[in-house]
């Protein structure tokens, strides 16, 4: 019987951990030898996909297509807007952590969450989207300056963090080498954001990442996330500050090994879509 194809809501693609992954997830669904397609959600900035991938975007001709597609929502839309028959839900953060509204899920809906750490799924898919030729640790950088990074984190005053800070956007630094230059000159990267791509960048760059401030998520939380806490400092005290240097080469392995299986677990995800949705 001939596998259904698949067709991801998202954004265009951009420097969103959780969008980049919505687009790699289609990515690597084509390269396997399955049907995917892109539905853009929003504006954005040209180009809205990644001119590396093979990410096809759904034409509007082309409804007919979605009758026996499987729709992959990301947690941020709420409801079913394109009427899919056969819809996945993954969750790329708590529900209602972005935009404080619920899925609306279906008790039909399968249910797929990016970590073991964010809710209780039919199955998880973890896809590290660290570019791995541009964020490594060498040994020779000199580290001149410290970062900081808000984010999605909550800052009531910055008063627990040192000053003069440079100061992470979400225009600057501009492109993927632009951060991981900055962050191989970069000894600390503040972050009030403690579940975000950037802090694991900034490891695998050789620099410290400090979480401080107060976050949805702790420490706990981040410990039973795939990747772990290496090379993460819970504030600046010389011990956290210790046990983050020493630990740092654990989360660098383990985003290698992540990155290196990704298309195993998305043969799984595949194997589990197809037989869940038989019955619909």
């Known amino acids: 019987m001939k596998a259904r194809s698949y067709t991801i809501v998202t954004p265009a693609y951009g420097k969103s951990a959780g969008v980049r992954v919505l687009h790699t997830l289609c990515h690597e669904l084509n390269e396997l030898g399955f049907v995917a397609k892109l539905v853009l959600m929003g504006g954005g900035v040209p180009p809205h996909t990644n001119p590396k991938f093979n ?45 404080g509204q619920s899925m609306g899920s279906e008790e039909t809906d399968f249910i797929l969450s990016y970590s073991r750490a964010f809710v209780k799924a039919h199955q998880t898919l973890f896809i590290p989207v660290i570019d791995l030729n541009e964020f490594r640790f060498e040994e020779d950088s000199v580290r001149d300056q410290n970062m900081l990074w808000i984010g999605k984190g909550k800052v009531e005053d910055l008063s627990g963090v040192p000053k003069g800070l440079v100061g992470i956007t979400s225009n600057w630094p501009e492109t993927p080498r632009d951060m991981a230059i900055n962050f191989k000159r970069t000894k600390f990267l503040y972050s009030f954001d403690f579940m975000s791509s950037i802090n694991i960048e900034a490891v695998m760059c050789g620099a410290v990442a400090v979480l401080v401030g107060k976050d949805k ?50 043969l799984n995800f595949v194997d589990a879509t197809q037989s869940y949705f038989k019955k619909y």
């Open 55 to 99: 990410t096809p975007c759904l034409l509007k001709q082309e409804n007919q297509y979605l009758d026996e597609s499987i729709v992959i929502y990301p947690e941020v839309i709420s409801g079913n807007p394109l009427g899919a028959k056969n819809v996945v839900r993954y969750i790329l953060n708590r529900e209602g952590y972005i935009n």
């Open 217 to 266: 998520w702790g420490r706990k939380d981040l410990e039973f996330f795939e990747l772990g806490v290496g090379g993460f400092a819970f504030g600046d005290s010389p011990s956290e500050i210790d046990r983050a240097i020493k630990s740092r080469g654990e989360q660098i392995d383990k985003v290698r090994q992540y990155t290196s299986e990704i298309r195993e677990r998305v």
